[in-house]
């Protein structure tokens, strides 16, 4: 029997991340993303899986962000009943971002049916309940030791350094095929977390290209979050930094720190407005087996670079909106990262209007987001069903930014010793796909593939 592998997610797209491996008569799910962007996207989250989810033998997860675990609940509410694959890190991440998530949709539901939803009553994609029922399926796999996956393959994790945990998943059939599957490449000499691993050979490689048609900026983030902050301190603005919870926020906190080491940073308010941002902080502080040297040394002489002094966390609701009449300058971190949901709407819904405001992005805003529409310079905006128009100062900072550049793609795919037999580029838009395949075969003559959705390949 044939081997195949299927791309139902993240393919000429951004998110959604959902690669079917199919082996010996078994079926491997490799990451189970939700899709997010505009509502075409967004309703894909809704259509049946199209492998009746108890076929499935076995999951294997790649590492936390909500495009790669975010529709793992609504997958074992529909008859899941196999493992779930991860590296300790991604697990207790997991563990605070799917329940998180599950409230989310139900308090976007509830929302919908209390001011009128127009395509019927609502009903969320899945519940709290439903993600604490998943979590139940989820099983540890340490970095690189070999386990055993259905149809006689197995499987090991190499570091990704995208975020805690993150990791690539090397997968070898019972034949000795290897298919090597990146996830998310992060970037190197970053801190808190290790570099991605360099890998030497895969038969088939599938990676990511996020950034594949692009250089990141080499400005110094320091110098970046220096000067906003000055500006703010002098004018007496609000800073809103839609920050994903996971990633993101701990390295804004760590440069927070290193500013304030620095003597570069005023005494301005910052506010972590973000219950999940909280919990995930803790983990990275506690997971030791994740951090990079400098990050190590930093705990073993008992102190934290994720803690700066004067940086309050808010976890309580009221709280939380007690913020938006709360004058500058002050800074507000807050999910989510692409202003697509979560509390950091609410205070741009309040303060994008006022030209004192800055709003500072520092990720990657994918089509069809509010974060999107901001950075294009969109006069107006809808949120929460009311136009806004958009007066406040918006500011980019790309190089913090925790997926690899087409540089930094390159310099990893250069490790390889050998060519793989097909590559295969996902999660990415088509424009950056193209350039990523273009710079493959310009640069290595290797055999490269852009996948379209639910398209399968035969592999051998």
């Given amino acids: 029997m044939g081997t195949t592998l299927g791309f139902y997610g993240a393919a000429q797209t951004v998110t959604g991340s959902r690669h079917l491996l199919r082996t010996c008569g078994k079926t491997i799910l490799i990451d189970c993303g939700l899709f997010q962007g505009g509502r075409e996207l967004r309703d894909l989250n809704w259509a049946d899986f199209p492998v009746p989810p108890h076929e499935i033998d076995a999951v294997v997860i790649t590492h936390a962000h909500a495009d790669h675990i975010g529709w793992l609940p609504r997958l074992v509410k529909q008859g ?19 329940p998180d998530s599950g409230r989310l949709h ?4 509830r929302f919908a049916n209390k001011h009128g939803n127009r395509h019927g009553f609502a009903l969320p994609l899945y519940t709290e309940q439903d993600s604490y029922a998943c979590l139940k399926k989820f099983k540890k796999v340490p970095f690189h030791e070999w386990h055993e996956l259905p149809g006689g393959a197995q ?17 070898v059939l019972e034949d000795g095929t ?6 998310d490449l992060g970037r190197f000499n970053t801190p808190v977390i290790m570099d991605p691993e360099t ?19 080499t400005e110094d983030p320091l110098n970046k979050l220096e000067s906003i902050l000055r500006d703010a301190m002098a004018s007496g603005s609000a800073v809103l930094i ?6 993101r926020t701990q390295e804004l906190l760590y440069y927070f720190r290193l500013l304030q080491d620095a003597g570069r940073m005023p005494r301005i308010p910052i506010f972590i407005d973000s219950p999940m941002a909280v919990s995930v902080t803790q983990v990275y502080a506690e997971s030791k087996d994740d951090h990079d ?11 934290s670079e994720l803690e700066p002094s004067g940086v309050q966390f808010v976890r309580d609701r009221e709280q939380s909106k007690a913020l938006n009449n709360q004058p500058g300058p002050l800074v507000i971190v807050s999910g989510s990262g692409m202003a697509n949901g979560g509390r950091i709407t609410h205070h741009l819904l309040r303060r994008l209007s006022d030209p004192s405001t800055i709003v500072l992005f520092t990720g990657y805003q994918a089509e069809g987001t509010l974060g999107r529409r901001l950075i294009e310079g969109d006069p107006t905006v809808h949120i929460f069903g009311q136009e806004v128009t958009v007066h406040a100062r918006i500011e980019r900072m790309n190089a913090l930014s925790a997926h690899a550049d087409q540089g930094e793609i390159m310099k990893w795919l ?40 639910g398209q399968e390949f035969k592999l051998n």
């Avoid at 499987?155 to 997968?171: N, P, T």
């Avoid at 290897?178 to 996830?183: A, E, K, T």
């Avoid at 193209?434 to 996948?451: H, M, R, S």
Wanted: glycine share 8%; net charge negative.
């Fill in 80 to 98: 899941y009943e196999g493992p779930i694959y991860a590296t300790p890190s991604t697990i207790a991440l997991s563990r605070i971002a799917l």
């Fill in 106 to 109: 139900e308090e976007e539901a």
């Fill in 155 to 171: 499987f090991r994790y190499h570091h990704a350094g995208h975020i805690l945990g993150s990791a690539f998943a090397e997968i």
């Fill in 178 to 183: 290897n298919i090597l599957m990146s996830g």
């Fill in 199 to 217: 890998m030497t050979h895969a038969d088939y490689l599938v990676v990511e290209s996020t950034y594949g048609d692009r250089i990141h900026p």
């Fill in 242 to 247: 839609p920050s994903f919870a996971i990633g």
């Fill in 293 to 303: 040297e400098d990050m190590k040394i930093s705990l073993e002489q008992g102190r």
């Fill in 414 to 453: 250069k490790g390889f010793q050998v060519a793989p037999k097909e590559t295969f580029i996902v999660h990415g838009e088509p424009p950056a796909q193209e350039a990523l395949e273009a710079k493959i075969v310009e640069d290595l003559g290797w055999n490269v593939t852009i996948p379209t959705h």
